[in-house]
């Protein structure tokens, strides 16, 4: 029905691109990729001055690590949109992905001077990210603290806690404390498997830190939690 009512839309006014990308939206949905990028780009013919269709055209690229399309579809996303701070966010994903800390970093600390406390915590997980890979582990802790403390507690991930971990291993935090990333972690995974995965990333942290005691501990809760669940 949605996909005839827009289709409707186009015949009635063929400069309605909205439709064009309410159609490239329910074929992702049904994950027919081919189709979204054809609504998409026919959305922009249409109009070439709609920017949401940009947006949706430059995370096509963007997460199939296409970044020179990607980095052209923004461009144009943003020239077609009103100023606003949060493109600065959208590039410094852009530099992320393309291992350029650097311009990650420059961006997405616009964002933190114009935004202060309203900054996303998304912005602030870049940073946190961006400055390990630098090797600029006290701004890493910085950060990741912040995004810690305004991220939703339903929306932390034990990815989030694994990057707290690596963190603290480098930025002068205790075993213990490392270790309390790796458990708070665990606890976030309903699955045993996915429970039992991320303990063993920890436990090999241990090994290669030469603390074999807390390797050993972890080790230890996982064979205590795939017994808990054996029966």
Not at 43 to 62: C, Q
């Amino acid at each position: 029905e949605a996909f005839r009512a827009y289709k409707k839309a186009l015949e009635v006014d063929p400069s309605f691109s909205v439709a064009s990308l309410r159609l490239a939206l329910l074929f992702e949905s049904q994950k027919n990729w081919e189709l979204v990028l054809e609504n998409l780009n026919d959305a922009v013919k249409r109009d070439s001055r709609f920017a949401p269709a940009y947006r949706e055209l430059f995370y096509y690229y963007f997460f199939r690590a296409k970044f020179t399309e990607a980095e052209e579809q923004l461009n144009k996303y943003i020239s077609n949109s009103d100023q606003d701070i949060q493109h600065e966010h959208l590039y410094a994903q852009l530099c992320w992905a393309r291992k350029d800390f650097d311009c990650a970093i420059n961006r997405a600390e616009k964002v933190v001077s114009a935004m202060g406390e309203r900054t996303k915590p998304k912005v602030l997980k870049l940073l946190a990210d961006s400055y390990f890979q630098k090797g600029d582990y006290a701004n890493a802790k910085k950060y990741m603290d912040w995004f810690l403390k305004r991220e939703k507690k339903e929306d932390i991930t034990s990815n989030d806690y694994k990057l707290l971990a690596d963190i603290l291993a480098k930025s002068g935090g205790t075993g213990d404390e490392v270790m309390e990333a790796y458990m708070k972690g665990a606890a976030l995974d309903s699955l045993l498997t996915s429970k039992v995965d991320f303990l063993k990333k920890g436990a090999e942290a241990f090994k290669a830190a030469g603390d074999r005691v807390r390797e050993g501990d972890i080790r230890s809760e996982i064979i205590r939690l795939k017994g808990a669940n054996s029966g």
